[in-house]
T-cell receptor, first 113, second 110 residues
């Protein structure tokens, strides 16, 4: 009964490849997010989707593209992977209210060789 | 500039001891402040959320305080357990987005 799930948990790939990370939430939330956590453990927001519309894009490279087939899913596609893309990527979701409490997935550790 | 700073960066304590983690923020406007716990290899989990009018909130052995005048918050952990070993992240919501601190890495040893 995981609230926010991500697949895969680990992803090891070569530079230049294209990969996707999937995220699903069963909380009925209307907003989903992607975060990147670098080696210094700092969480940085990349995207958020509200009712299938992109509402935040924090100047990430256009090699990264979020895709939301429905309200419960927000997948992250990455083209032409670079060494600097190695990080842990977290998906999160929240309900639109004054608290905006976000529930995070378990993370996907991406390693680009 | 919206910033959230935490101290100490890391902390080592013995099991059973208490500890306090600090968070200072310069975020405007302010909506709420939350503390997250992140275990190694896992996503952050919310411990407490406090709005402007709340100055203390507890969740079991975790007690968070908020001083909106000085823009400071603390997270007090009582009778620490080995399972408290984790990173603790202070996050401020400014009605538009979350601003994350860099976290305090806590290690509890037996």
């Amino acid at each position: 009964d995981t609230a926010v799930s991500q697949t895969p948990k680990y992803l090891v790939t070569q530079m230049g490849n294209d990969k996707s990370i999937k995220c699903e939430q069963n909380l009925g939330h209307d907003t989903m997010y992607w975060y990147k956590q670098d080696s210094k453990k700092f969480l940085k927001i990349m995207f958020s989707y509200n009712n299938k519309e992109l509402i935040i894009n924090e100047t990430v490279p256009n090699r990264f593209s979020p895709k939301s087939p429905d309200k419960a899913h927000l997948n992250l596609h990455i083209n032409s992977l670079e060494l600097g893309d190695s990080a842990v990527y977290f998906c999160a979701s929240s309900q639109a209210n004054e608290y905006n409490e976000q529930f995070f997935g378990p993370g996907t550790r991406l390693t680009v060789l | 500039k919206n910033q959230v700073e935490q101290s100490p960066q890391s902390l080592i304590i013995l099991e059973g001891k208490n500890c306090t983690l600090q968070c200072n923020y310069t975020v405007s406007p302010f909506s709420n402040l939350r503390w997250y716990k992140q275990d190694t290899g896992r996503g952050p989990v919310s411990l407490t959320i406090m709005t402007f009018s709340e100055n203390t909130k507890s969740n079991g052995r975790y007690t968070a305080t908020l001083d909106a005048d000085t823009k400071q918050s603390s997270l007090h952990i009582t009778a620490s357990q080995l399972s408290d070993s984790a990173s603790y992240i202070c996050v401020v919501y400014n009605t538009d987005k979350l601003i994350f601190g860099t976290g305090t890495r806590l290690q509890v040893f037996p």
